[in-house]
């Protein structure tokens, strides 16, 4: 077995985690805010039902270092991450 053969397996690896690397990077650089309070919007106006509105929702800064944005909309927040995934959401007769 000749020795290049040994290192193909690493370096199968090494483009495997690269290609993640480059994925996930490249999802986090493309979302912008506006993508992020659109689709948190949709959200709120689906949870809300009746007399919900779009206008409803603003949003800030996150204070945690592992958010990115809090879409605040009437009563309801959501907390979203670099990659503009939702991780908590607090919102009315819900026990956080």
Not at 27 to 53: C, F, H, K, P, Q
Not at 55 to 75: I, Y
């Amino acid at each position: 077995m000749p020795r290049r053969l040994i290192f193909l397996p690493v370096l199968a690896l090494i483009a495997v985690v690269a290609g993640i690397g480059l994925m996930l990077g490249g999802r986090a650089a493309t979302t912008t805010e506006t993508e992020v309070i659109e689709r948190m919007a949709a959200r709120y106006l689906a949870d809300a039902g009746a007399g919900a509105a779009r206008s409803d929702c603003e949003a800030r800064p996150a204070v945690s270092d592992d958010l990115w944005l809090v879409v605040a909309c009437g009563d309801y927040e959501y907390f979203v991450d670099a990659y503009g995934r939702l991780v908590h959401r607090n919102a009315p007769g819900v026990a956080s």
